[in-house]
C-alpha cells in the first residue's frame, strides 16, 4: 500500500503571511489611535499639574502672608516694650521721646523723635520676611482712640492735667504702629495688601 503525501507548506505559509499581514495592520491601525490619545493624555498631565501648583503656590502665600502679619504685630509690641523702659526715669541721654514737659525745667530727651524705638522695630519686623523701613514705623506719645482710625494729636496724655501735653515720662501712653504694603513672595497677580498693626503700652520708668 503506498502512502500519498500531502503537500500543506504552500499554504500554510500563506497563512502565516497572511497572520503576519494581519498583525502589521492591526498593529499600524492601534499606533494611529494610540498617538492622539497619547498626545490628549500629556495636554491633561499639564493642566492638572498647572493647577495643582498654583493651589500649592496660594497656599504657601497665604501662609508667608499669616506668618507676615503676626511677625509685625509682635514687632510693634517689642517697640512698645522699649519704650515704656526707656522714659524719663532713666536720664535725657538714654530716654526716648518728648521727655517730661510737666517738671521745671522741662526734662527733653536726646532721642526726642523716638528713632530708637523704630529701630527696635524694624529690627524684629526682619524675621517676618519683609523688608520693614523706619518710614512704616509710627511712634506716638500722645495716642488718641477717639477718631477713627486713631490718631496722634491732643490724646491721653495733653488731656491728663498731669502732663498736659505729649510726653515720655512715668504714666504717660505711648503707642507703636506698623503699616507696611505687602510684598508677596511669589508674583501671580496678588493684589497689594496692606498690613497694619499697633500695639499699646504706659511708660514705666
Known sequence: MQLGHLHVYAKCAHEVHGA????????SRFQ????PESGQAMVEFMLVVSVVFILFVSMLQTMILMHSYNTLADAAK??????IV??????????SGPGNPSV????????????????AVTNFAGLSLQSVPASDVTVCYDP?????PPSCSTGANTNNPAFGAPCSA?????RVTVSHVYTPLFGLGWPTITL?????GRIMN
Open 170 to 174: 512715668p504714666g504717660c501712653l505711648v
Open 78 to 83: 517689642e517697640g512698645v516694650r522699649y519704650a
Open 104 to 119: 521745671t525745667p522741662a526734662l527733653t530727651c536726646t532721642d526726642s523723635a523716638g528713632t530708637n524705638v523704630k529701630t
Open 196 to 200: 497694619n498693626a499697633a500695639a499699646d
Open 20 to 27: 503576519m499581514n494581519f498583525q502589521k495592520v492591526t498593529r
Open 32 to 35: 494611529n489611535v494610540c498617538e
Open 144 to 148: 488718641n482712640s477717639t477718631p477713627s
Open 86 to 95: 526707656h522714659g524719663t526715669g532713666l536720664n535725657a541721654a538714654n530716654c
